[in-house]
């Protein structure tokens, strides 16, 4: 990659050295691979006993999510390298990561025919030793669902859980024969995703006695994260922005849409009838950031992470202001154990925010575990 020599290169964001890749981190990755976080007690993944993650001795553990890490043309052309060089600075570090797709991940499928369609993908990524996604359950929909379960430090309950809900790419062109103009074409989490979220939530309290507390991720927005922003639910002006902002609590930015699925999932619903979810973030809208609490459960966004996709005021030094992660703090010995969240950006780690594109001048290497 060509380097400024006097600032670090956008390399380094993603290779290490910074707080992005902290030894104990659950990377939650959605890209052109999108992705999120991850143990696995999926009915028909990993079992209940499994529980890679664990918390610290000292009682503590760190997931950070990134997002939207596409780069463009050569991305849909070498998706397995692109991959590659996208985990490659958890998996090279012994840090435990998954992902969950977004509406770009198959995209190389039409521009390429790659044949790499999300099973693929899954198939792919679980090659690599420290990948957690628990494979494609064709009995869901979607590739990337799964339950992730953060051992306690001490005995064999969880502590916490991390949810990860594949949001699907785009809606039909034609639903039910009608045209959809005037209303957003993304898809959305289906009614047996919630069901299988629901029930095995249930199952889940029913095994260790108690709800398990946990922050979920998908990559689509729900409506609701446009309606706590603006403080209404069917207008998009900032009418009752400064309402919302105080009874919500929220901080961060917003400079574009809520680009939300064409139909309302009912995920947010769903969670705040069973009660153990804290929060929920997604990506997808690469320049807004911003999160707060509504009505009991966190909605939020992580920052767009790749500096090839489009960013803020796109040709000036504004363009990758915003690039970035968000991180969020657990420690099991609190209450509710999850105890806040944090954004991370590259500006603000010394990476080089020129405009112009900085081509890698080679791929990553494949682990040699791992068949490219």
Not at 204 to 230: A, C, N
Request: include cysteine.
């Amino acid at each position: 990659m060509s380097e400024n020599t006097s600032r670090p290169s956008r390399r380094t964001l993603i290779t290490g050295g910074s707080a992005l890749a902290a030894a104990g981190a659950l990377s939650a990755l959605p890209t052109a691979a999108q992705a999120a976080p991850a143990t696995v007690a999926q009915r028909h993944g990993r079992g209940h006993g499994q529980m890679p993650l664990s918390f610290g001795g000292n009682g503590t553990f760190k997931i950070v999510q990134f997002n939207d890490t596409q780069d463009g043309p050569r991305t849909n052309r070498e998706v397995k390298q692109a991959i590659n060089n996208v985990v490659l600075p958890m998996e090279s570090r012994g840090i435990k990561w998954a992902v969950t797709f977004g509406n770009h991940d198959e995209d190389s499928t039409e521009d390429n025919g790659t044949s790499m369609y999300e099973p693929q993908l899954v198939e792919f990524v679980r090659q690599y030793k420290h990948n957690l996604d628990p494979g494609d359950d064709q009995k869901v929909f979607g590739s990337s669902n799964a339950q992730l379960l953060i051992r306690a430090s001490r005995g064999n309950t969880p502590a916490f859980a991390v949810w990860l809900l594949d949001s699907g790419r785009y809606a039909e062109d034609k639903p039910g024969g009608q045209d959809r103009e005037g209303l957003m074409g993304y898809d959305w989490i289906r009614p047996q995703q919630i069901r299988w979220y629901n029930d095995l939530s249930a199952e889940t309290e029913r095994r260790y006695g108690k709800k398990i507390p946990g922050l979920m991720y998908f990559h689509i927005p729900t409506w609701e994260h446009h309606h706590m922003w603006y403080g209404q639910q069917f207008t998009s002006d900032d009418e009752g922005h400064a309402a919302a902002v105080k009874r919500h609590g929220i901080v961060g930015e917003k400079h574009e849409n809520v680009y939300t699925g064409m139909i309302n999932s009912g995920i947010y619903a769903a969670a705040k009838e069973r009660g153990d979810i804290l929060g929920m973030y997604c990506g997808h809208d690469h320049i807004n950031t911003y999160m707060g609490n509504y009505f009991g459960i966190e909605l939020g966004y992580g920052p767009g992470t790749g500096f090839g996709t489009y960013g803020l005021n796109d040709g000036t030094r504004d363009q990758h202001t915003l690039r970035g992660a968000r991180v969020f703090e657990l420690n099991e010995r609190t209450e509710r154990v999850y105890t806040g969240t944090r954004l991370i950006f590259a500006k603000d780690l010394g990476i080089d925010m020129a405009p112009e594109t900085q081509p890698i001048d080679r791929p990553e290497r494949f682990p040699r575990y791992v068949r490219g």
